[in-house]
């Protein structure tokens, strides 16, 4: 288990296990991210 800071969302701290991406990990633990890859639009994170 790791755990990450998000710098900008008010320094709060998340556990991810890193058996799935990240962004996926995050999803799952209610960050609101903008992100495109899921449905072909990229470069938006």
């Known amino acids: ?4 800071t998000l710098s900008n ?3 709060k701290t998340y556990k991810v296990s890193g ?3 990240l962004l996926t990990e995050l999803i799952e633990q209610g960050v ?3 992100y495109g890859c ?3 639009g990229c470069i938006t994170c």
């Not at 288990?1 to 990450?4: A, D, F, N, R, V």
């Open 32 to 34: 609101d991210l903008p």
């Open 1 to 4: 288990m790791k755990t990450i």
């Open 19 to 21: 058996r799935a991406s």
């Open 38 to 40: 899921k449905y072909g």
């Open 9 to 11: 969302r008010d320094q």
